[in-house]
């Protein structure tokens, strides 16, 4: 019987894991067996991990009582399958547990994706529960594959906010603020927002960032979490919060003031220092961005392939100004995944760095 390993963490205290081993069962009808080749670890997923109660990330792979699976985006291959439509060695993109293996059930088999329809899934984002058939997706290429999964899943969202903020007039702000500036996903609204010319993007980082945000070439201005007191108030701005830091959001709020055009929440970064969105806040209520509903709405008004078409002419340009502030980091077996996983959660990475992990 074939085994498989599990990297579960403490729901309870994110520092705490281990590594479990189970023997995999046997495969039922419509089963497909997915061995995971190597994922992406970016701050996104510590997040995930953060707010997997409130948000139900620790729904998608049940773990034993009091842990979790934290979910990752990578590629794995198909080892074993009792579905008539999906054959072993087919290589799918997709939402796994940090594990070397998954089960799911197919459904909706497509030619180019198909569904995990197991029942405790039922209830979550289609997004998450999809899997790409990489033979039948335009968009992928092999050699770019590490990419992919360290940013693609990412850039969707900077696609969106930049759209949404766009489709907004961007509520009236001429000035962008950014925080956690150097993250991934901050990246990529600031190089979507740097082709604007009616607006100026301001990135928010700490001290030991400052270098490697200004470095991209994305921003306008880039200022330190305690350099908040002195950006230009005349100017009416919006603050789109990838941080989550209580200090940082009441400091931007009570700096601007009714100055502050909208406030826009994205992430959870500084997970450890969270709050202060929902207290009583000078300016603007923050709002939460929900990609899902600004893609259902640019779905009915593009047309069949509109987004797509949009999107992936954005991916190209972002792709070929990443190699400029990212390099490609791979690690392999349970100590490299530990080693990551804890320096993630830490927040002792650098924002160079994009780490592709295997079990
Ligand atoms: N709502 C959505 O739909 C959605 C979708 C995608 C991503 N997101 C969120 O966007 C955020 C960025 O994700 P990412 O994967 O792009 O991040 P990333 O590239 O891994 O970001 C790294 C940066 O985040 C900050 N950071 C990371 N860990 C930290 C820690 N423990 N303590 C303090 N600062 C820390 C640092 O930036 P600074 O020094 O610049 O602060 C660091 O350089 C995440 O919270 C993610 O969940 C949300």
Known sequence: MQQA?????????LRQHKLVERALPALGDGEVLLKVDKFAFTSNNVTYAAFGEAMHYWDFFPAPEGFGKVPVWGFADVVGSRHAQIAVGERVFGYFPMATHLVVQASQ??????????????????VYNQYLRVAQDPAYVRAFEDQQALLRPLFMTSFFIDDLLADNDFFGAKSVILSSASSKTALGVAYLLSRNLEVDVVGLT???????????GYYDRVVTYDGIGALETGVPSLFVDMAGNAKVVGDVHRHFGDALKHSCVVGGTH???RGGRDGALPGPKPQFFFAPAQIAKRTKEWGPGGVETRFAEAWRGFLGSVPNWMRVVHGAGPKAVEAVYLAMVDGKVSPSEGHMLSL
């Open 271 to 273: 997970w450890e220092a």
């Open 206 to 216: 700490s001290a030991s960032n400052v270098g490697f945000v200004e470095g991209t």
């Open 5 to 13: 390993m599990d990297f579960i963490v403490s729901r309870a205290d």
């Open 109 to 126: 088999v497509k030619p180019g994706s198909f569904v995990d329809a197991a029942p405790h899934r039922a209830e979550l984002a289609l």
